[in-house]
């Protein structure tokens, strides 16, 4: 049997989720046979799979001691490819208990996916304050996404409590997301507004791809900060969040992102953009710190290969 009172660290996670992590060696399927079972008791009363745990509750699993002990050991971990040094080498732009703001590199995932990626940033994170979280079932995540080309400022939640204010802040728009982009082509005015429905599908080899029309309402503000020829830069700032909202938006305009073959762009091979990379970046965050209420603004430096960029198209840095 398995008694567990739950602390900070566990509250507000889900029943089903904290179990997965308590016992790591336990098939979903048995999980769920244990909740069907009536074997796992919140406060003495039958606990549901999806109910949010609080502070102060007692979660009561009824399994044989062996069993419990023999499905509480870590699984071996997946083998996860890497490139040299990325396993340590994180740029931290703010650190405390509650909060951890991290510079993603275009061509990494936030978080675990499928495929021969680079070693994903959670996992980075992870592996870097291994020993700061390795007694607690709460481990450091990220509060918001970036595309897998995209580069720029992530947030991490370093508490239960630092994880959840900071996914509610993202949820209810309370973030001031502000992005670069070097685009192809001259935009038609100085600044304006980009107001158009995305909805979800499926490009070329089934890959995931957003396209105006009938869908979810979505909003990106745009100026221009320079531009030349051939080349523009833009900031961009996201009302909301749609899935490659502000590569869909910029087609719309006819202007598509350096390297974003996927949504319009033509190859430029003077530019020499890594692969899996777009000149795109989520470059200023502006928030309500979680939990002190104190107010932030992050910027993250441009990456290397996006300045040689905008000397290339002959545009400043901006400023």
Do not use: C
């Amino acid at each position: 049997m398995i008694r567990l009172e739950i602390g900070e660290d566990e509250a507000g996670q889900r029943v089903d989720r904290l179990l997965r992590k308590i016992l790591p060696g336990a098939q979903l399927g048995f999980l769920m046979k244990l909740f069907r079972q009536k074997k796992v008791r919140r406060n003495g009363v039958r606990a549901q799979q999806n109910e949010r745990l609080e502070v102060g509750d007692e979660l009561l699993l009824k399994l044989p001691e062996r069993l419990a002990q023999e499905l509480g050991r870590e699984a071996a971990p997946r083998p996860t490819p890497s490139l040299p040094g990325s396993e340590v080498e994180l740029e931290l732009l703010l650190e405390d208990e509650d909060l951890l703001a991290v510079l993603k590199p275009a061509g990494v995932l936030v978080q675990p996916g499928l495929g021969d990626h680079a070693p994903d940033l959670t996992t980075r994170v992870r592996r870097r304050y291994a020993k700061r979280f390795e007694a607690r079932s709460f481990q450091p995540s990220p509060a918001h996404r970036l595309d897998l080309g995209t580069s720029g400022l992530v947030l991490f939640g370093m508490s239960a409590a630092g994880l959840r204010e900071l996914s509610a802040a993202f949820r209810e728009r309370r973030v001031e997301k502000r992005y670069l982009a070097l685009v192809q082509g001259r935009a038609p005015a100085a600044a304006g507004s980009i107001d158009v429905e995305l909805s979800e599908g499926q490009g070329r080899k089934g890959r995931a791809k957003t396209v105006p029309g009938a869908g979810r309402a979505a909003r990106t503000d745009w100026r221009v900060l320079s531009a030349g020829a051939r080349h523009s830069l833009l900031e961009l700032q996201l009302h909301t969040g749609r899935l490659h909202q502000i590569r869909a938006h910029l087609k719309t305009l006819g202007l598509p992102i350096v390297g974003d073959l996927r949504y319009g762009a033509y190859r430029e091979m003077k530019m020499r953009v890594p692969p899996r990379s777009l000149l795109l970046h989520a470059w200023r965050l502006r928030l309500a710190h979680p939990l002190t209420g104190a107010a932030l603004e992050l910027e993250a430096p441009l990456p290397g290969y996006f300045q040689r960029a905008l000397e290339l198209a002959g545009l400043p840095l901006p400023a």
